[in-house]
């Protein structure tokens, strides 16, 4: 019987864990399965936190409900009655220090065709005339492994992607986009320009899947994502789980591997997935073969505040779900979801639920890192009063700070995580990188991530008993 530890309990340990249960019993491998993770609660950075009538998310609020991975997991924990989708309206950019509603026909900021352009209020008449370069301009150069940055500028001009494409694409992929390659963000651009010979002409011919996804694109629970991890924990029958367990060493032994226990205490397996931030996997493998590409991986870091008012959330603008900022405005956020607006379950009377985002690659977050909690809530209020214009105080605040542990898909991740790959097969064969901080953001890519993992462990280990 082979042993499979998974260290990190997170949505990829845990999607790994469920893989690998299901496939057990459906082939009959025979593993011996355990799960390690070195809080006392699973989920990683999915945490509900429930104050009074208000539903508040520490880290990710909802999940993309059309990525292929998403539904069959929901369907194999009996949670499809549990599911809730995002309310929809109006996205806002918050540029010059006022609310501009962002074209309805635009991906990511992105016209989809020359009416979406022309709309917008964001962009001045010289900066929409240079956007049509993209209809008679050939792509000679681009690949997915080029500048998504670079490779929007040279076909809708720098106006329109400083002023309303980098704003929505950075809520979105931390870093500048000049920094993040087509093939780990929207790597079907290039190819609608190559198709089609212009971005907004590949956006329209392919309108109907866009739109067709625009009113249920988010899916969480009525609950809120805690119901996920529960779930994912509750079907958890024949896996061993250690909370509280911190991994400090794997080890290399004769025939598997042993894993070291910060308490002391240690494990064998046969198969070890590390299903943990970067960071934390380097040092737990202590490999110096491994350090130039795990020095590589790049982190940013995220503030996130929720307020909760006693008044009706139909204070806010009209059809609006929330709000990003461009560079140079008068409030400090990068973004704002008006939460009880865009998801009616986190407020159970209508009352007015917003949250703000600061990420680290906004200048102003230097000022913000180190600030108390109460320091923290009076910017947030700050923002809200300039943004929104709401002068109440709040009667719930959540202050959640995630420092360093969102990752940064930099122009050198892909190569530094095939590196580590190729490595770890000589060096560490039947150990397993897995997560967000190598293989995809997002939690739908998670439990992909996850699946796949679980599905190579077994075909591996089916391969070796036939042999």
Not at 38 to 51: A, E, S, W, Y
Not at 70 to 78: A, F, S, T, W
């Amino acid at each position: 019987m082979a042993r499979v530890a998974v260290i990190g309990g997170g949505i990829t340990g845990l999607s790994a864990m469920h893989y690998l249960e299901k496939v057990n019993k459906k082939q009959g491998v025979g593993l011996e399965l355990i799960l390690i993770e070195r809080d006392n609660t699973l989920g990683g950075k999915i945490r509900t936190v429930k104050q009074g009538e208000f539903i508040m998310e520490a880290g990710a609020d909802s999940i993309v409900a059309r990525h292929a991975s998403v539904m069959p997991l929901i369907e194999d924990l009996g949670l499809l009655d549990r599911v809730v989708y995002n309310g929809t309206g109006i996205s806002y950019l918050y540029a010059n220090n006022q609310l501009h509603a962002i074209p309805a026909d635009t991906v990511f900021g992105i016209p989809m065709d020359k009416e979406a352009l022309f709309s917008s209020t964001l962009v001045s008449d010289a900066g929409k005339q240079a956007a049509l370069k993209d209809f008679d301009t050939p792509n000679e150069s681009f690949t997915r492994d080029s500048s998504i940055g670079e490779f929007l500028k040279a076909f809708l001009g720098e106006e329109l992607v400083d002023k309303q494409i980098a704003p929505v694409l950075s809520g979105v992929y931390s870093g500048s986009l000049d920094e993040l390659k087509l093939a780990s963000t929207l790597p079907y651009l290039v190819d609608y320009k190559n198709k089609y010979g212009s971005i907004m002409k590949g956006f329209e011919a392919n309108k109907a899947h866009f739109q067709g996804a625009a009113n249920k694109k988010f899916l969480s629970f009525d609950a809120g994502m805690a119901v996920l991890i529960d779930g994912l924990e509750a079907a958890l029958e024949g896996a061993t789980v250690l909370k509280g367990a911190e991994t400090a060493a794997i080890e290399k032994e004769e025939g598997h591997y042993r894993i070291r226990l910060a308490n002391g205490e240690s494990l064998t397996a046969d198969y070890v997935v590390l299903a943990a931030p970067h960071e934390a996997a380097q040092k737990m493998l202590a490999q110096k073969e491994l350090d130039a590409a795990f020095d590589e991986m790049m982190n940013s870091s995220l503030i996130s505040v929720y307020l909760g008012f006693d008044i009706s959330d139909e204070e806010l603008p009209a059809d609006g779900t929330g709000f990003i900022v461009s560079e140079g405005s008068d409030v400090l956020c990068n973004a704002c979801t008006w939460t009880s607006r865009k998801w009616e379950h986190t407020s159970g009377n209508g009352r007015l639920l917003v949250r703000l985002f600061y990420k680290s690659s906004n200048p102003a977050y230097e000022k913000l890192d180190g600030l108390t909690e109460a320091e923290l809530t009076a910017v947030a209020l700050e923002d809200v009063r300039k943004s929104l214009g709401i002068q109440a105080q709040p009667v719930t605040v959540e202050v959640t700070g995630w420092k360093g542990l969102m990752p940064n898909y930099h122009m050198g991740h892909k190569a530094a995580v095939d590196a580590l790959e190729e490595k770890m097969k000589e060096l560490l064969p039947g150990v397993l990188l897995a997560g967000s901080s190598f293989y995809g953001v997002g939690i739908g890519a998670c439990i992909q991530n996850g699946k796949e993992v679980a599905e190579k462990i077994c075909h591996e280990i089916l391969d070796k008993e036939q042999k």
